[in-house]
């Protein structure tokens, strides 16, 4: 299948969208089977044992012209708008995802989908939450803070209401990524299965190159004088040098209330978040550079060897000479 067919293919009715085209209610895959309400009164859970019989990855299009009622799942859920738009309800905010578009949520997220119209293409991507975290958390949670937080926001030590919106619509190598993963999933053939899980952790890769650019974030926001991302991003940027002080005086908040707001959203204190920002770094620069590790410790602000040393061993279980013969 090649990028032609696969619009095509997703353009033409199956055959839930032509009873939805007619009667406007939404009709489920397994004769609503996988919507189960667990106690009475609460929100319908989608089960994932309909879904991973054949992967830890299942792609589908969803289904025109019927609402989708408001329900939970018990995995991780990627929303593509292909063409057009999706109105959805998540956690009782509407959010409008335009085509490009793309939006993770967490597991147990209330949401809703407004029906779509003829020319709204949405594609569901799913995965167990072991799948993601191999894929996103443990590619992305050591290149910087802020990919860290990101990482981490839809972790397992957070509450699960959560959302990220990727503005994604004008990266066309996202587009590309992701239409050849579909095309894999949608007319498999040998080693299918196996390319889909090689485009995911790039998907995921290239969607932080869009937050980084970006920076539109909606993630339960609250209103503050400066969004969290960017004091983070400020700090991973002036971690050589950069004291509590400095930081609030640049985003114009009281040292005390900085400190425990970075400890309240990251989980981290604000000498921590220094910390595995300069362990980041000295990483980066022992696999890629050969350069002499005491030149490595005064580039990310330590003017003691035998500090930098103890504090890697703290971070990453070994010795920076042992990390750079083993990398």
Known sequence: MNHNQLDQYLRQLDHIEKIQIKTNININDFDGHELTIENEGTIPRMQDSYFFDKGPIFINKHHRFADMPLHIHSFIEINYVYSGVCRQVINGQEIILKEGQICLLDKDVPHSITALGENDILINII???????????????????????????????????????????????????????????????????????????????????????????????RPEKANIIDILHYIEQHYGNCTLTSVAKEFNFNPNYLGNML???????????????????????????DKKIDEIAYEVGYESTSFLYRKFKEHFGQTPHQFRKKQ
């Open 127 to 221: 995965m167990k939450k072991e799948t993601f975290s191999q894929a996103f958390l443990g590619r992305l949670s050591n290149t910087g803070i802020v990919s860290n937080f990101l990482a981490n926001a839809v972790s397992e030590n957070q509450a699960h209401d959560r959302y990220i919106l990727f503005h994604s619509q004008d990266n066309s190598n996202l587009q590309y990524i992701i239409k050849n993963m579909l095309c894999e999933f949608f007319a498999p053939q040998e080693y299918s299965i196996e390319m889909v899980s090689y485009y995911l952790p790039v998907m995921f890769t290239e969607l932080m190159r869009v937050f980084q650019l970006d920076k539109n974030f909606e993630f339960n926001q």
């Open 263 to 289: 400890k309240e959203r990251t989980g981290k204190k604000f000498i921590e978040l220094v910390q595995m920002q300069r362990m980041i770094q000295a990483s980066t620069m022992l696999i890629n550079t």
